[in-house]
């Protein structure tokens, strides 16, 4: 579980993140939604703490981010930053298998080789694996990316530990197909004590997969929560201005179309 | 279940892509084929330093076969060994060209090597320590002590130290690597061509610097000024020379032990963070042993430019970018280039020798051309 406790981040005064508080729990897929601009990008940095926070703290598995030591952490938590351009003419084989050094580090690791196929095979990049990750679609580097950070807890997971899972629009250049693959594949992750936060931009997605909801604007939380509680039509227009209505379709799942 | 049969399309959609290559590769294999290609490549450039090493001891205006040559090395490994030598061939070997090889091995390296850690530093394939201004700063530095700081040193200590001159070239070299990656990074670092420009500024005032030191130097030193810009090998002397091959040899272990943490960078700075790299110390590291690596060179050899660019480059068509190997082969390599380039200087106008600086120079400002015209770097 990461919980944060009313943290603010500041730069050159403006207030990116105003004292943001907000749970996000192990076991659930937490989506962070907003528009452009509210600090979602931001509040991912401080979970994973890239940004410093000014004020208030971070806490992973009860412990402040501050007293983890790294190289403790980076086995159990992985993040999918936005860009993911590499200058150097690395294979795709050896990007992914760059996520199992953290865990190498601390301890030996019975063929890694075969954990990190496992990963690749899920998210269909395994045919990939002798490519040059700079030759890559878009698309595939994305992947690829997903991988690594899945390898990078893959071995903590294996025994059951809880691991954490920050990504920040994963699904930003992916097709249809794999935006579903993907979430299927972290929604299938969260049983597994999996704590997954995801910044995301598409309201469809989030209604389909998230179990949690965070709403920001200017910089502040707008409203958290279960999702089924807290998205609906009004919530929507406030922060997006945008109106529109949210239809449960015969299945069972809801999706939200914009009216003009 | 549910998740299988989801998953069947998207098998079934990649395996008809799939069918264009006739073996399809696997994590496993490909790491397979990534290692042999390393351990040869390793392997050849090490046969190819040995007899680099032997011919650059071998050729010259005396020339001396093969045979006496490696009968020479091996009566000084082997003290066992008696062979019959002819004595000025021997005196060629021990105290001119001896040195020599040796000085051009350790430079040769370090330059590669540092190359290959200033590119992962800045995350630019392009940055060579004589393209962005790192021998300069500590050619400077280096002329700055002869023309000035050397007298100053004599008044203080009542003497001077032979190390006072490679202690101000790393100096020179550290404060040119800390102005650029200051710069650097306040622009972001993310464009390729903010390095290079701010190498153009970092040259041109080391440039104009070293130009009013020539004004106040006096004939003597004038001489010795010209050797710093061309770069050279010849005044190698084995006083000077060991030193600086142990203290490189130091530098060189420290650097190349960086690889996994440059991989981590490679990635990017915050995916290297997230991975538990302690980045800020890897980058301090990278700056002052890449700037001690420079400098020490630079103080025995002058600026010899385009090694540090050439030399990486190559080696990671040959293997790939895992820096677990790029930076020792580098140095392999780096030397190996070194004592090429230094026997070609020897030849071609024999029995006068040209620079070795002009060498590397012909051969690496093409190369780096051919970089930039490939990669979409400026746009």
């Known amino acids: ?260 | 279940m549910l998740q299988i049969i989801y998953r069947m399309p998207s098998i079934v959609s990649t395996s008809s892509a799939l069918n264009k290559y006739s073996n399809v590769q696997t994590l496993s294999s490909t790491l397979g084929a990534l290692h042999q290609q390393r351990r040869l490549t390793l392997i050849v450039l090490g046969i190819g330093l040995g007899i680099a090493i032997i011919l650059g001891l071998a050729i010259g205006p005396l020339h001396i076969p093969i045979k006496h040559v490696i009968n020479i090395l091996t009566d000084y490994i082997n003290p066992f060994a008696n062979y019959q030598h002819d004595f000025v061939e021997q005196q060629v070997i021990g105290s001119l060209r001896g040195p020599r090889v040796l000085l051009g091995l350790i430079t040769g390296a370090s330059l590669a090597v540092a190359g290959a850690c200033f590119q992962s530093l800045f995350r630019n394939p392009l940055a060579d320590p004589a393209v962005i201004g790192v021998s300069a700063g500590a050619s400077t530095a280096a002329v700055f002590y002869i023309v000035l700081g050397q007298s100053v040193v004599m008044s203080l200590f009542g003497g001077v130290s032979k190390f006072g001159l490679p202690i101000a070239a790393m100096c020179g070299a550290l404060l040119a690597v800390a102005v650029l990656y200051v710069f650097v990074n306040r622009k972001g670092g993310i464009n390729v061509a903010t390095l290079l420009l701010a190498g153009i500024a970092v040259n041109a005032f080391c440039s104009a610097v070293t130009g009013v030191l020539v004004f106040l130097s006096d004939d003597q030193q004038l001489r010795e000024l010209t050797f710093w810009t061309l770069g050279s090998l010849a005044r190698a002397q084995w006083d000077g020379v060991i030193p600086t091959f142990i203290w490189l040899c130091l530098v060189l272990a420290i650097l190349v032990s960086l690889g996994n943490a440059l991989n981590a960078l490679a990635i990017g700075e915050s995916s290297a963070f997230h991975m538990g790299v302690n980045v800020q110390r890897v980058k301090k590291i990278l700056i002052i042993f890449g700037a001690a690596a420079v400098g020490a060179a630079v103080a025995m050899t002058g600026i010899i430019g385009f090694v540090g660019l050439v030399v990486p480059h190559i080696v990671r068509l040959m293997i790939g970018a895992d820096n677990r190997y790029v930076l020792p082969a580098s140095a392999i390599m780096g030397a190996l280039l070194m004592l090429l380039a230094d026997m070609l200087a020897r030849m071609i106008m024999q029995p006068a020798e040209l620079p070795i600086g002009i060498i590397t120079s012909l051969l690496g400002a093409p190369f780096f051309l051919y970089l930039l015209s490939r990669r979409h770097f400026l746009s």
């Open chain 1, 1 to 260: 579980m990461i919980q944060v406790e009313n943290i603010s981040y500041s730069v050159s005064g403006n207030n990116l993140l105003d004292d943001v508080s907000a749970a996000m729990d192990s076991g659930k897929l937490t989506v962070i939604l907003g528009p452009n601009g509210a600090g979602k990008s931001t509040l991912l940095k401080a979970l994973s703490g890239e940004v410093k926070s000014s004020r208030g703290s971070v806490l992973i598995d009860d412990i402040d981010l501050n007293v983890w030591d790294q190289e403790y952490l980076a086995p159990r938590r992985a993040v999918v930053s936005q860009f993911n351009q590499i200058e150097f003419p690395f294979t795709v084989a050896e990007v992914v298998m760059l996520g199992m050094w953290p865990a190498k580090n601390l301890q030996k690791i019975e063929q890694p080789e075969l954990i990190a196929e496992g990963v690749m095979r899920e998210l269909d990049v395994l045919s990939l694996a002798h490519r040059q990750y700079g030759t890559l679609s878009g698309g595939e580097q994305q992947r690829v990316a997903i991988a690594r950070a899945l390898v990078q807890v893959a071995v903590q997971a294996r025994s059951q530990n809880k691991c954490y899972l920050l990504l920040d629009e994963p699904t930003a250049s992916l097709d249809m197909q794999y935006q579903h693959e993907l979430l299927r594949i972290l929604k299938d992750y969260a049983v597994r004590k999996f704590t997954i936060v995801i910044v995301l931009h598409d309201l469809n997605l989030a209604l389909q997969y998230a179990d949690n909801v965070i709403f920001m604007k200017h910089g502040k939380v707008a409203s958290v929560g279960p999702i089924n509680k807290v998205l609906n039509e009004k919530v929507i227009e406030e922060i997006f201005s945008i109106k529109g209505v949210i239809e449960e379709t015969k299945s069972g799942s809801k999706r939200f179309y914009v009216n003009n």
